[in-house]
């Protein structure tokens, strides 16, 4: 039973890479972001004012882009959900809770990977 369903692992591995690379490079690479908007990631976003962050949010899963209600139109600011930095010290401390955020298209604005 247990060879079985190693077997079947496999093949369906082998079928998904045949299906991936029969993709174009947008579909390959909406996929990617797909997986990776399910499996997460620890990033972080800062918010500048000049060259000096005002604010950071640790453990962000992504940024999504807010569409309109009734049009779809993409809207100029993002959002997601975050660890509000207070102290700004990199570290999501007691205390420090969850919260949704918006930054607009015009703000000074980083979003990277925490490299932890």
Request: glycine residues 8%.
């Amino acid at each position: 039973m247990k060879n079985l369903l190693i077997r079947l692992t496999l093949v369906s591995s082998l079928m998904g890479l045949m299906l991936l690379g029969a993709c174009t490079q947008e579909q390959q690479n909406k996929i990617s972001r797909d997986i990776q908007n399910w499996t997460g990631t620890d990033g972080v976003m800062e918010v500048y004012a000049g060259d000096k962050v005002v604010r950071r949010f640790l453990k962000v899963d992504k940024i999504s882009t807010a569409l309109g209600t009734e049009d779809g139109k993409p809207r100029a600011y993002r959002y997601g959900y975050g660890v509000f930095d207070e102290n700004l010290n990199m570290q999501a401390d007691p205390g420090e809770k969850k919260v949704y955020f918006e930054v607009s298209d015009f703000s000074n604005t980083v979003f990277f990977e925490n490299p932890r």
